[in-house]
């Protein structure tokens, strides 16, 4: 595109060299930009990175630098057992979605049945229920339940919240794949389950990574489930720590950033791995 | 007609009612969840919006908790403050798009842009409202660049004032919305044809009519599936920045519908209208749901 574009311009008006000129100005120009809102952007990572590097002291009178924020950290925030228990109901809780979306999507999209279409709608429709609707009658059903103490009660919600994008994401994905493919594994004597598993799972591992990644950032980083549904400070996620923390208005700010620099590298890690993956959960649906 | 496709035929019709009890039956623990813990909350919901609620015993009163409902003044502001957040929309929509046509342009290193424009997306919200904390407070990053720009006469407090402390939530909202809805467009931008763009640039197109004729209609569909996903995160993702920044204040400045069901219900140990605000959220939310399935349906 650039070669013809200097081309054709350089026959109606001035020679070449001023052209190419005006074009390098031009994408300095838009470099410049990228650059400003790059700094905008980065300004989180900034705000985490200096202000945690600095004690409390330091920190009110706006200057100096010391490691002594994160030398405290961990007596300051429980942060090991919140990054321990965080990681635990990231995996059961996504474990568990796609334990129940890869079938039914596999079943939305290959084994119909009675109705079935109409039971996908009504699931996916689910995806726009937000929880904050119906927040008191979970809550009291899932305290009644006496699942409010541990991770069970967090991991039962986020499941729940979770299904409806994965069966749709799944069901979505299966439609791409060819009848004749499941057929013949079925007639070679696999039956439903065995080809389920040997055949569908290898061919959606690009489906279960996106719904990984997108809900291991989405229960990573949520904080109203964690904080209403796991009772026990010691079983506390680190996002609703941070919150906690945050709300009490008496822990120093720079071990809060320190806290928040913690919680926030795993889900970035991640974020950048599979960054792909994230693109088509986002788009899912639209382009294909 | 020969033996062969008579003798197949019931063997046919027995294989297809076990392909579609394998379904029925692959499909039932995603029912079963969403019906459990999504459906029928619901109609607990509506049952308990007529009732006099604190957790333990219900007592039933009837329509009047609607009307009483919709006399406290708590769910107007509420509401008014969601409603002043919309204004927040066309920056959440606006700044990405214009983001995601510099990215397009493909200046050198721009994957590395890119990267850095969407790593806040992987950020809780927790983590921003924080950080959008210090950037708005009185020893702030906000006051120090207005200093710098030589206006020390002026420092502004925008979290701690009712007047501002929306307009600063409705802020750090913009910003956390930025990667998510370039990601989208720029999706959006890779899928359109480059030739049709050259095209109407031999056909002596300037740059704001190719985009407007053809860049923007492309992109329609995107930009309605950003539309959507930032109503409704506006409706129901505000709850980390809200419990963090403000804790709805100060008063009931920052107080929106979600914030209302949860102060309501877990401050104020009203279950009962909680239950109530947050049908009335679900409400507000579907009617935005219901364009979300007309886009996927008009895909089929």
Redesign the interface.
Known sequence: MSITDTERTSESAGPVATRSRGRRVRRGALFVLMGAVAIVMLYPFWVMVVDSLKSQNQFLAGHGFSWSSWRTLTSTIPIVQEVISSTIICAVSIALILAVGLPAGFAFAKLRFRASSVIFLAIVSAMMVPLQAILMPEFVNITRLGLTGGYTGAVLVYAALGTPFSVFLFATYFRGVPDELIEAGIVDGLGYVGALWRLVVPIAIPAIATVTVLQFIQIWDDLLVGLLFIQNTSERPITVGLAVLAAGRTTSIPALMAGSLVSALPAMAVYLIFQRYLVKGLTMGIDR | MSTTTLSAKPRRMTLRR??????????L???V??V???????G??IY?SFTQ?D?LSSTWIGPSTWTQAFHNPNLWTALQNNAFLLLAVPFALGLPLL?AL??H?R????KI?R?????????????????A???FAY?G?LNSIIHGLGLSHVTTNMLGYESTALSALGITFV?TM???NT??FL??LA?LD?SLE?AA??DGAGRWRVFRHITLPHLS??IQ?AFVMTV?AL??AL??LI??MT?GGPGYATTT??FL??QT??AQGD?GT??LY??I??VL??I??IV??R??GS?E
């Open positions: 076990r392909r579609q009890f394998a379904g029925a039956l692959f499909a623990p995603a029912m969840l969403v459990a813990l999504i459906a029928v909350p619901i607990q919901a308990y609620w957790g983001i510099l990215l342009q200046v050198a290193g721009w842009f990267s850095i424009y969407f790593l806040p997306t992987a950020i809780s919200w927790v983590v921003l409202g924080l950080v904390e210090r950037f020893e990053t910003f930025i990667g998510t990601m989208l999706t959006g899928t480059p050259e640039r031999i569909r995107f599936l409704i409706f129901s709850f980390s419990f963090v804790g519908m979600e069901i949860y219900g877990f279950f909680a239950a947050g049908l959220l679900f939310t579907a935005v749901g979300q399935l886009l996927i895909d």
